[in-house]
């Protein structure tokens, strides 16, 4: 190595060991209070408690799009959305988010081999039926408080209806359709 190419190295390690001393000094030095009740409410934010602020809008009814629904158009959708976090075929090794084969009419969390949050493993025993895989996909974060999955939702219910249709045929013995 050339001697600017050390010194440039050694500035960037000194300034990087500063601040990670400034760091951990300041976290000893500074204990943050919690305020027990929001200062300042904000339309849509959740409350210090955890309630939401106003009411959710209502999930529509997933059950009589599911006969019409295009599987095509929901593996597409599945692909651009889910697929950066998602596998799909059985066998595939799970990605951020777990393998989806198999997931209607399994349980919440349908794969033992993949590290859930505590408020989804708490819901193991629950099945994924056509309504549950509807409210979820619709705002994961509004139907599992505490669900680590981060993603905003489908908000178009006949784009959720293909995703969920899509999601059916990924099974060796696919769910009767409601």
């Not at 939401?52 to 799009?65: H, N, R, Y």
């Not at 599992?144 to 099974?171: C, P």
Request: aromatic share 8%; with cysteine; proline share 8%.
């Amino acid at each position: 190595m050339s001697l600017e190419a050390n010194k440039a190295f050694a500035a960037v390690l000194t300034a990087g060991i500063a601040f990670m001393v400034a760091g951990f000094i300041g976290q000893q030095v500074v204990h943050p209070k919690r305020l027990e009740k929001t200062a300042i409410a904000i339309e849509g934010v959740p409350a210090a408690g955890g309630a939401p602020a106003q009411e959710a809008p209502a999930i529509a009814d997933i059950s009589p799009l599911l006969a019409a629904a295009n599987v095509d158009n929901g593996k597409q959708i599945a692909g651009r959305l889910c697929s950066a976090c998602h596998t799909f075929e059985e066998g595939q090794a799970n990605k951020v988010g777990p393998n989806l084969y198999g997931v209607v009419g399994g349980p919440h969390a349908h794969r033992p081999d993949f590290n859930y949050s505590p408020a989804m493993a708490g819901l193991k025993d629950k099945p994924w039926g056509y309504e549950e895989l509807n409210h979820f996909l619709a705002g994961p974060a509004r139907y599992i408080r505490g669900t680590r999955m981060a993603f905003a939702g489908i908000s178009n219910v006949q784009q959720r209806a293909d995703v969920i249709a899509y999601l059916r045929t990924l099974s060796g013995n696919p769910q009767p359709l409601p």
